[in-house]
């Protein structure tokens, strides 16, 4: 396939098969296997695990491969389905991350929770892309936009819900990718990051005959569908 929003190559980090299949189909690519890498595919679709620390230990892998192999990658996507945040985003909704936040990362204290940003040992925010953003937007009117929460625990309770939303009122949706991707390709000079979620749930009590988990692969699959025909 030619290279995607004009970017000259483009890598593409999801957490799971599923969500990647889901990528490749709306792509046109079909299966995709580990050659795409070393051939210099204009994208590379991975499922890199779940959780920041796996997703950033994948993209950096992808990212020095292509380094060394070239060329190199100046676009990276986290992408896969999502928690979405009852009336922000809807269930089959669709989600274009201004922010990625590590909502969980920092440490619990008498006063509640102290995230890294007020414990003084960095920031526990990475933005998108702007031009990139843009670009997305353009592309997709539908999507709703604002920051996305990375957690490497899913919330699952009411109450976890209103304290996740009292520290982060306009989050959109949570994931568990996004902060990791991002911090990995942070770390490369001139590449582009963003990240893109479709919504299976609502975010909150844990109820799994509520998920809508093909739904929301399907349009993911749509999504990048639209994307490769621009």
Do not use: C
């Amino acid at each position: 396939m030619r290279p995607l929003l004009g970017y000259s190559r483009t890598l593409i980090v999801t957490a799971v098969a599923a969500e990647r299949e889901s990528v490749l189909a709306g792509l046109g690519l079909g299966e995709q296997g580990p050659e795409a890498l070393e051939e210099g595919a204009p994208v590379v679709v991975v499922a890199g695990g779940v959780g920041p620390a796996a997703s950033a230990a994948a993209t950096s892998q992808h990212l020095t491969t292509a380094m060394h192999m070239g060329p190199a990658f100046d676009l990276v996507l986290s992408a896969g389905i999502a928690g979405g945040f009852a009336g922000r985003v809807e269930i089959g909704g669709l989600v274009v991350a201004t922010e990625s936040i590590a909502a969980d990362l920092g440490a619990e204290g008498p006063d509640g929770f102290l995230s890294v940003d007020e414990l003084g040992f960095g920031s526990s925010r990475l933005d998108a892309d702007p031009q990139l953003l843009r670009t997305l937007r353009l592309a997709l009117p539908e999507a709703v936009g604002g920051p996305v929460l990375t957690v490497s625990t899913v919330t699952g309770s009411t109450q976890s819900k209103e304290l996740v939303q009292k520290r982060h009122p306009d989050a959109v949706a949570e994931g568990m990718e996004g902060f990791g991707v991002a911090s990995a390709a942070r770390l490369w000079p001139g590449t582009a990051f963003g990240e893109i979620r479709t919504v299976s749930n609502a975010v909150g009590p844990r109820d799994r005959a509520a998920w809508r988990i093909p739904q929301a692969l399907s349009v993911l699959r749509e999504v990048f569908g639209a994307l490769a025909a621009r």
